[in-house]
């Protein structure tokens, strides 16, 4: 049972704009996330994280935006760039140790 | 500092066998948590382990195992192996609040045969 859904497996940005990556959970409990970045042969990377008590969290040029009434949340990255290209991964937990649930990815290509 | 250390990065077993994975969390953290990648499944939850103690634990069979030892490293153990478990293992470790980041290594790629 996926509780943490990424829709989309590809997107593909020209280089300069913003890049939208989407994320739908299901369980209610869950009110901490985070978006993870992946290189091939490379571990996961933090990138940025939300808490529930807020709608929307910056960090240079990424952005996480979460809609609780609609258990979604998105990751906007402006301005795109090359370097950016990669696996995105949101994930979740519910406070309760270091618990996560995990989306299958987002694969971002960054066009020059 | 040095982060997350995992071994072997690559190992081939055959079905049946057991395999043995090796994680040396960052300097200072207590927790490890152990995850499996496969694809179309993403990161799947294994198991965390807290100062020696598994604090929670995914929805995985019996043949998935692991222990922590004092000085925070830790191993997770695969019995009687099949096809199905060939993946990427990952370890991440973290100071281990629950809203902490976790650091992930670069994993133990398996392939049973």
């Known amino acids: 049972d996926q509780q943490v859904k990424q829709n989309s497996p590809s997107l593909s940005v020209q280089e300069g704009r913003i890049s939208i990556l989407n994320c739908d959970y299901t369980n209610s409990m869950f009110d901490y996330f985070l978006w993870y970045k992946k290189y091939p042969a490379e571990g996961p990377t933090f990138l940025i994280s939300i808490s529930s008590i807020k709608d929307k969290n910056e960090d240079g040029r990424f952005t996480v935006f979460l809609n609780k009434s609609a258990k979604h949340l998105s990751l906007h990255i402006v301005p795109s760039q090359p370097g950016d290209s990669a696996v995105y991964f949101c994930?979740?937990?519910?406070?309760?140790?270091?618990?996560?649930?995990f989306g299958t990815g987002t694969s971002l290509t960054v066009i020059p | 500092k040095a982060g997350v250390t995992q071994t072997p990065r690559y190992l081939i077993k055959t079905r049946g066998q057991q395999v043995t994975l090796s994680c040396s969390p960052i300097s200072g953290h207590r927790s490890v948590s152990w995850y499996q990648q496969t694809p179309g499944q993403g990161l799947q939850f294994l198991f965390e382990?807290?100062?020696?103690?598994?604090?929670n634990k995914g929805n995985f069979p019996g043949r998935f195992s692991g222990r922590q030892f004092s000085n925070s490293r830790s191993e997770m153990n695969v019995s009687t192996l099949e096809l199905g478990d060939s993946a990427l293992y990952l370890c991440a470790s973290s100071l281990g609040q629950s809203t902490g980041e976790l650091f992930f290594g670069e994993g133990s790629r398996l392939t049973v045969l």
């Open positions: 994930a979740a937990s519910a406070y309760t140790g270091n618990q996560f649930y």
């Open positions: 382990y807290f100062s020696e103690t598994q604090r």
